[in-house]
């Protein structure tokens, strides 16, 4: 039931809606087909882009799958932690990691999430920020996946999406977007540190790509 | 003339157009496609690109005719939602000129709606006049004044190309039938986009054949006088042997079939200079197939206005 709710969701309307009207394009969104379980890491400019993702993910992943977002927004008050979860499938997750016993450890949460599991869309740079620049990842990602190794992790760039829905701002305007999905990074010795550096790495790769592909015309 | 298929609402000269048309595309597809498989070259990929717009055209002009004529006026303001927002894409604009940006948008259904009811009035004005002081008005609204000009410059002149210009092809189909003329605004919209389209190839086979002496180097370094002197004799002359399409006399046919193609060549290097502006002007890594809706649109966004009103004055 979940499963058919999020498919009419997410791919008859948004997908539908992001193609046609906003002009959103994927680059490589065969890549995301062929796993039983992986994690997302792309860069953030919207709050249009957990949404944007989750329409390109395949059909039969979608109820397994988790954007993950900060509690302190998203989980402001029950009926917006309802919205969040009942529309756009989010898990969320305190900012800070925990001090103290008995308080939640956001890497904790995504861990069970990844042992139970659940894929998930991870936004590494922590917060939106300004259209065309990487903010420097947080290392969550990489003491995260340093204890799931077997997941492969899917690098993420978003160009343009900075203009659809931009940071401080409430009116949505189409913008043509190009989303690249990288290939899948598999992890096998590296410590936390290096996970993080590379799929840093492989994000702006993909940054690079896309800024040789800025739109051209003829003539 | 008769027609050739009985029970389908295009008159015999659209139906033998039409016929034409497919004729040439199936023609030249099967010629770029066996020619592509032994050698491939920039020039092949963008005569591809064109036939593929020519497609779509045609496609989109064959449903409207035998469906329904709304699907006209909805594709053709698609046509115009596609080539603003690529417009938007492209320049850079003041992150307090969204709202200026989203009343654009509004523009489009409101224009395309007083195509379809036909109301001449209201529709010649709306953007022009209308919309030319509502849009400066929600600029100085949003408190920023720096770098101000260039915004209330840029976002009337994005709808006045993507909008206000592409809608009267969208008019066309409403006007009134002239009697004794049975190709009708249909048969008017196929003159217009066959011989603007015609236009722009024969301005490149012309110049990739002859072409010596470079017309506006800096703006576009491809276009030569032969190119464009080419285009215009042979839409004059294809213009003059299609003018069973439009109510005009020989001599209005050819003035207008002459304008057509000088305006053509006007809006194309307009476009030209914004995109080089721009900077979106190298072409080397293009993606084969994704050339943009600006580029298709550039020249018809003048060559409707300019070819509507003569028609206007002359059949009306």
Same mark, same amino acid.
Request: glycine fraction near 8%.
């Given at each position: 039931?979940?499963?058919?709710?999020?498919?009419? &969701?997410?791919?008859?309307?948004?997908?539908?809606?992001?193609?046609?009207?906003?002009?959103?394009?994927?680059?490589?969104?065969?890549?995301?087909? #062929?796993?039983?379980?992986?994690?997302?890491?792309?860069?953030?400019?919207?709050?249009?882009?957990?949404?944007?993702?989750?329409?390109? &993910?395949?059909?039969?992943?979608?109820?397994?799958?988790?954007?993950?977002?900060?509690?302190?927004?998203?989980?402001?008050?029950?009926?917006?932690?309802?919205?969040?979860?009942?529309?756009?499938?989010?898990?969320?997750?305190?900012?800070?990691?925990?001090?103290?016993? #008995?308080?939640?450890?956001? $890497?904790?949460?995504?861990?069970?999430?990844?042992?139970?599991?659940?894929?998930?869309?991870?936004?590494?740079?922590?917060?939106?920020?300004?259209?065309?620049?990487?903010?420097?990842?947080?290392?969550?990602?990489?003491?995260?996946?340093?204890?799931?190794?077997?997941?492969?992790?899917?690098?993420?760039?978003?160009?343009?999406?900075?203009?659809?829905?931009?940071?401080?701002?409430?009116?949505?305007?189409?913008?043509?977007?190009?989303?690249?999905?990288?290939?899948?990074?598999?992890?096998?010795?590296?410590?936390?540190?290096?996970?993080?550096?590379?799929?840093?790495?492989?994000?702006?790769?993909?940054?690079?790509?896309?800024?040789?592909?800025?739109?051209?015309?003829?003539? | 003339?008769?027609?050739?298929?009985?029970?389908?609402?295009?008159?015999?000269?659209?139906?033998?157009?039409? !016929?034409?048309?497919?004729? &040439?595309?199936?023609?030249?597809?099967?010629?770029?496609?066996?020619?592509?498989?032994?050698?491939?070259?920039?020039?092949?990929?963008?005569?591809?690109?064109?036939?593929?717009?020519?497609?779509?055209?045609?496609?989109?002009?064959?449903?409207?005719?035998?469906?329904?004529?709304?699907?006209?006026?909805?594709?053709?303001?698609?046509?115009?939602?596609?080539?603003?927002?690529?417009?938007?894409?492209?320049?850079?604009?003041?992150?307090?000129?969204?709202?200026?940006?989203?009343?654009?948008?509004?523009?489009?259904?409101?224009?395309?709606?007083?195509?379809?009811?036909?109301?001449?009035?209201?529709? $010649?004005?709306?953007?022009?006049?209308?919309?030319?002081?509502?849009?400066?008005?929600?600029?100085?609204?949003? !408190?920023?004044?720096?770098? $101000?000009?260039?915004?209330?410059?840029?976002?009337?002149?994005?709808?006045?190309?993507? /909008?206000?210009?592409?809608?009267?092809?969208?008019?066309?189909?409403?006007?009134?039938?002239?009697? !004794?003329?049975?190709?009708?605004?249909?048969?008017?919209?196929?003159?217009?986009?066959?011989?603007?389209?015609?236009?722009?190839?024969?301005?490149?086979?012309?110049?990739?054949?002859?072409?010596?002496?470079?017309?506006?180097?800096?703006?576009?370094?491809?276009?030569?006088?032969?190119?464009?002197?080419?285009?215009?004799?042979?839409?004059? /002359?294809?213009?003059?042997?299609?003018?069973?399409?439009?109510?005009?006399?020989?001599?209005?046919?050819?003035?207008?079939?002459?304008?057509?193609?000088?305006?053509?060549?006007?809006?194309?290097? $307009?476009?030209?200079?914004?995109?080089?502006?721009?900077?979106?002007?190298?072409?080397?890594?293009?993606?084969?197939?994704? !050339?943009?809706?600006?580029?298709? &649109?550039?020249?018809?966004?003048?060559?409707?206005?300019?070819?509507?009103?003569?028609?206007?004055?002359?059949?009306?």
């Amino acid at each position: 039931m979940r499963g058919l709710f999020l498919y009419i &969701i997410f791919k008859l309307w948004w997908k539908t809606f992001f193609s046609v009207i906003i002009g959103v394009r994927f680059i490589g969104a065969r890549r995301f087909i #062929g796993h039983e379980q992986f994690v997302l890491a792309s860069n953030h400019n919207s709050h249009a882009d957990a949404v944007t993702l989750m329409s390109a &993910i395949p059909p039969t992943m979608l109820a397994k799958t988790f954007p993950v977002a900060a509690a302190d927004y998203f989980g402001r008050n029950k009926f917006i932690s309802f919205i969040s979860w009942m529309f756009l499938n989010l898990i969320l997750i305190p900012r800070k990691r925990a001090s103290e016993a #008995g308080e939640k450890d956001p $890497i904790q949460i995504m861990d069970d999430a990844l042992k139970d599991g659940k894929s998930l869309i991870l936004f590494p740079e922590g917060s939106r920020g300004e259209a065309g620049k990487l903010q420097t990842f947080k290392k969550g990602i990489g003491i995260l996946m340093e204890n799931n190794r077997k997941i492969p992790i899917i690098p993420i760039y978003m160009e343009g999406i900075g203009r659809v829905l931009p940071k401080g701002n409430k009116i949505m305007l189409p913008s043509l977007t190009k989303i690249y999905v990288g290939d899948p990074i598999y992890i096998h010795e590296e410590s936390a540190e290096e996970i993080t550096a590379i799929v840093e790495k492989r994000v702006l790769e993909l940054k690079d790509k896309s800024a040789s592909f800025r739109p051209k015309f003829n003539s | 003339m008769n027609k050739l298929i009985d029970g389908i609402s295009l008159s015999g000269e659209i139906q033998i157009v039409i !016929g034409v048309i497919l004729g &040439i595309l199936v023609v030249s597809s099967l010629l770029f496609w066996t020619y592509g498989l032994f050698k491939s070259s920039p020039g092949l990929t963008e005569l591809k690109m064109r036939t593929k717009s020519w497609w779509a055209m045609a496609t989109l002009f064959l449903m409207a005719a035998l469906i329904s004529p709304i699907i006209t006026y909805i594709g053709i303001g698609f046509l115009s939602f596609a080539a603003l927002r690529e417009f938007y894409s492209v320049i850079q604009l003041r992150r307090t000129d969204r709202v200026g940006m989203l009343f654009c948008y509004l523009a489009i259904p409101i224009q395309y709606t007083l195509a379809y009811m036909g109301w001449y009035e209201l529709f $010649i004005i709306f953007i022009p006049v209308f919309m030319f002081i509502w849009i400066p008005f929600v600029l100085v609204l949003s !408190g920023e004044t720096k770098m $101000i000009m260039t915004s209330m410059a840029g976002l009337p002149t994005s709808i006045m190309l993507c /909008v206000f210009g592409l809608s009267h092809m969208a008019y066309l189909i409403s006007l009134p039938s002239i009697e !004794g003329f049975a190709a009708g605004g249909k048969g008017l919209l196929l003159f217009l986009i066959f011989i603007t389209q015609m236009n722009d190839v024969m301005q490149f086979v012309w110049g990739k054949l002859l072409g010596r002496n470079k017309i506006l180097p800096k703006i576009s370094p491809n276009k030569t006088w032969e190119g464009f002197l080419g285009g215009l004799l042979s839409s004059i /002359v294809i213009g003059y042997f299609m003018r069973f399409l439009t109510p005009l006399s020989e001599l209005e046919v050819i003035l207008v079939s002459f304008l057509i193609a000088g305006v053509g060549f006007i809006g194309d290097v $307009i476009v030209s200079a914004i995109k080089r502006d721009m900077g979106v002007k190298d072409m080397g890594g293009a993606i084969p197939g994704h !050339g943009g809706v600006l580029d298709r &649109i550039d020249s018809l966004s003048m060559t409707t206005p300019i070819f509507f009103h003569m028609v206007y004055f002359f059949a009306y």
